[in-house]
T-cell receptor, first 112, second 116 residues
Framework: KNQVEQSPQSLIILEGKNCTLQ??????????LRWYKQDTGRGPVSLTI?????NTKSNGRYTATLDADTKQSSLHITASQLSDSASYIC???????????FGRGTSLIVHP | EPEVTQTPSHQVTQMGQEVILRCVPI?????FYWYRQILGQKVEFLVS????????KSEIFDDQFSVERPDGSNFTLKIRSTKLEDSAMYFC??????????????FGPGTRLTVL
């Protein structure tokens, strides 16, 4: 069964600090992996999309990595801001058809 | 900046009633999706739609659900006979490229459906 596991479940950091969120998956066949930011009560917002051949992709202060061999991805947030407080969701798409498998998300709280 | 819009923002209905959730995707997008998120749980895929037909659907998307693009702008999700467990936030999304080739999806703000 296709699964996406994220860790930690929740994280509290101080403003200005960096953090790294983890995503492990067992989805096969693999097409692409996405990271989304979801503010409470809002729709997810796309941060990065990575295909099999991409190891790293950045979007401003967000940097995602992908290791397709170990089926792991990470999302690194640099110099966190209060507005980074949200749920960060890892989604893996199967190859050949659009069937997404969502992780439960990591809830990030940034304190001043 | 173009955005996906959804109406209503909150819908309350009685169990067994039919509901239609409406979405206006970004105008030049060709791929449309519905997702749901039960309170406190993860987002779940319901259905994808392209070229006026369903491309993929999940196990959740049973005969009680249907989708339609009745005109050039709207994309609707109909639940024929709502159940208590249909209570959730329903998100519409659209993209200009297919999801399995890396198309970025833009999500709407959601419709909160409450079934009493």
């Amino acid at each position: 069964k296709n699964q996406v596991e994220q860790s930690p479940q929740s994280l509290i950091i101080l403003e200005g600090k960096n953090c790294t969120l983890q995503c492990n998956y067992t989805v096969s066949p693999f097409s692409n992996l996405r990271w989304y930011k979801q503010d409470t009560g809002r729709g997810p917002v796309s941060l990065t999309i990575m295909t099999f051949s991409e190891n790293t992709k950045s979007n401003g202060r967000y940097t995602a990595t992908l290791d397709a061999d170990t089926k792991q991805s990470s999302l690194h947030i640099t110099a966190s801001q209060l507005s980074d407080s949200a749920s960060y969701i890892c989604v893996v798409i199967t190859g050949g058809s659009y069937i997404p498998t969502f992780g439960r998300g990591t809830s990030l709280i940034v304190h001043p | 900046e173009p955005e996906v819009t959804q109406t209503p923002s909150h819908q309350v209905t009685q169990m067994g009633q039919e509901v239609i959730l409406r979405c206006v995707p970004i105008s030049n997008h060709l791929y449309f999706y519905w997702y749901r998120q039960i309170l406190g749980q993860k987002v779940e895929f319901l259905v994808s739609f392209y070229n006026n037909e369903i491309s993929e659907k999940s196990e959740i998307f049973d005969d009680q659900f249907s989708v339609e693009r009745p005109d050039g702008s709207n994309f609707t999700l109909k639940i024929r006979s709502t159940k208590l467990e249909d209570s959730a936030m329903y998100f519409c999304a659209s993209s200009d490229l297919a999801g399995d080739v890396g198309g970025t999806q833009y999500f709407g703000p959601g419709t909160r459906l409450t079934v009493l």
